[in-house]
């Protein structure tokens, strides 16, 4: 079955700190793969996204994610925290339908990251 | 507007009842996608579109759902005799192309079946 993972439902990091916030993929075909972010009381939001290309992307707001195709995952990552980076974070990834009729995107539950002063 | 809308932002309806949920996407998006998200719950992928068509629909919960979209732009989702299980928020995004663009979403609508 096609799915997204993350495995960690409460990351929490000090301010300063380099942060991570893990996802892993199962789908078949070339994956596309997407980081969202959701703040309090606000929709979600883009952060970035890997297609092809350069595994280490970058995104909004200083984020970045490697994907490693070895071991199905793409994890976000920022080198240094801030109190404002604390919301739901979302990996998302794009795979073929089943049945090859057209797309499926397949989001985890959502990582809930929070910084610490 | 400049972004995704949707409406109403939110719907308490008795059960049985049917809802019909709206979404504006971004003008020129050709793709638009619906979403439900329970409380605690990741997004739940439901149906998209491309133009005026659905590619697949196998992620719809069940026959009471529908959706259509008509003249590549405004999109409704309809939920015939609602349930309690129905309650969430449902989101909709839009994006220039199915895929590899980046989704844009909409505030969501918060809809409460009594």
């Known amino acids: 079955a096609q799915s997204v993972a993350q495995p960690e439902d409460q990351v929490n990091v000090a301010e300063g700190n380099p942060l991570t916030v893990k996802c892993t993929y199962s789908?078949?075909?070339?994956?596309?793969l997407f980081w969202y972010v959701q703040y309090p009381n606000r929709g979600l939001q883009f952060l970035l996204k890997y297609i092809t290309g350069d595994n280490l992307v970058k995104g909004s707001y200083g984020f970045e994610a490697e994907f490693n195709k070895s071991q199905t995952s793409f994890h976000l990552k920022k080198p240094s925290a801030l109190v404002s980076d604390s919301a739901l974070y979302f990996c998302a990834v794009r795979a073929q339908s089943p049945s090859n009729t057209g797309n499926q995107f397949y989001f985890g539950t959502g990582t809930s990251l929070t910084v610490i002063p | 507007g400049a972004g995704v809308s949707q409406s109403p932002s939110n719907k308490v309806t008795e059960k049985g009842k049917d809802v019909e949920l709206r979404c504006d996407p971004i003008s020129g998006h050709t793709a638009l996608y619906w979403y439900r998200q329970s409380l605690g719950q990741g997004l739940e992928f439901l149906i998209y579109?491309?133009?005026?068509?659905?590619?697949?629909k196998s992620g719809l919960p069940s026959d009471r759902f529908s959706a259509e979209r008509t003249g590549g732009s405004v999109s409704t989702l309809t939920i015939q005799r609602t349930q309690q299980e129905d309650s969430a928020v449902y989101l909709c995004?839009?994006?220039?192309?199915?895929?590899?663009?980046?989704?844009?979403f909409g505030p969501g609508t918060r809809l409460t079946v009594t």
């Open positions: 789908v078949s075909g070339n994956p596309y």
């Open positions: 995004a839009s994006s220039l192309s199915s895929g590899k663009g980046e989704q844009y």
């Open positions: 579109f491309q133009g005026n068509s659905a590619p697949d």
